[in-house]
């Protein structure tokens, strides 16, 4: 498990903090070479990274620019001579109030769209060419388990992640041809830095928590090793596929 990654060169959108934070320095435990792309700063992360033994870049960009996300994947190649997986995980999440679909602002709705849906179409997009050249790739994208659950007060959120999952599933019609896979990840309720800054979340998540078959916070390491299998090659026939990484809290 250790070496799972070994030699595999990663992007990691929305690895300033959070679970990009926690999934870029796991790869690296596990022999990866990770971009860690974000538009705050991800260079104090990539550095804890390199002061750990790991071999980390970071690259500062907004994944609703095609540019930015082109440059991206131009820096993971000249750096480590090619690229091999890219997670989209950077999203609107965190700082997004809890609002009714009356309340929602129009603008806002738009801003959620074009990051976590264009956002990882536009990375996807940069990121094919370069996986093709090395013969084939993983992409992993982040969705939540509330799109097999249903909640309310998230509408624009719950849309866009419903989009990530179908998105996964038609691009590997067109994907697979080149052997780049697509699978989708859908954490529950996370205790990354953004959420544990929510006001109320302690309630929320102990509640959240009782409702899982392994009854427990959820923390932003528990998706290091679902989301490494996908980019290993222990996945190479899978493709596609959507996993609940939760305690058993939905079962789809
Ligand atoms: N934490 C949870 O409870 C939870 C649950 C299910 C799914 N998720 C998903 O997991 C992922 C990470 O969650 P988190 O809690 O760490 O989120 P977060 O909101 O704390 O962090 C998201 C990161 O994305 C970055 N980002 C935002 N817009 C960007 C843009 N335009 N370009 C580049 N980077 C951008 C932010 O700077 C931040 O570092 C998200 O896709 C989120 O939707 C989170």
């Not at 033994?53 to 960009?61: C, D, F, I, L, N």
């Not at 907004?62 to 890219?86: I, M, N, P, Q, Y």
Request: contains cysteine; aromatic residues 4%.
């Amino acid at each position: 498990m250790d070496r799972l990654l070994r030699g595999k060169r990663i992007i990691v959108t929305g690895a300033a903090q959070g679970i990009g934070a926690a999934l870029a320095g796991g790869f690296c435990e596990m022999g990866a070479r990770v971009v860690l792309a974000d538009c705050a700063d991800p260079e104090p992360e990539a550095e804890r990274i390199r002061a750990a033994g790991g071999e980390a870049v970071a690259v500062r960009m907004d994944v609703t620019s095609l540019s930015d996300c082109e440059r991206t994947v131009e820096v993971a190649e000249k750096a480590f001579g090619g690229l091999d997986g890219l997670v989209n995980n950077a999203a609107l999440f965190s700082a997004l109030p809890l609002e009714m679909l009356d309340e929602i602002d129009p603008d806002l709705w738009d801003r959620v769209m074009a990051v976590n849906v264009k956002g990882p179409w536009l990375c996807t997009r940069a990121a094919v060419p370069a996986l093709e050249r090395a013969g084939g790739g993983s992409i992993v994208m982040i969705a939540t388990n509330r799109i097999f659950h249903g909640f309310p007060r998230m509408l624009h959120y719950d849309a866009s992640k419903g989009a990530v999952l179908a998105m996964t599933r038609s691009l590997i019609r067109e994907l697979g041809p080149k052997n780049i896979r697509v699978n989708t990840i859908a954490p529950g309720l996370t205790m990354s830095e953004g959420v544990l800054a929510r006001k109320g979340i302690a309630e929320r998540a102990a509640s959240v928590a009782a409702g899982r078959s392994l009854a427990r916070d959820q923390q932003p390491e528990d998706l290091v090793g679902p989301c490494a299998y996908f980019l290993s090659d222990h996945a190479n026939f899978v493709t596609g596929q959507s996993l609940a990484v939760d305690g058993g809290g939905v079962i789809h």
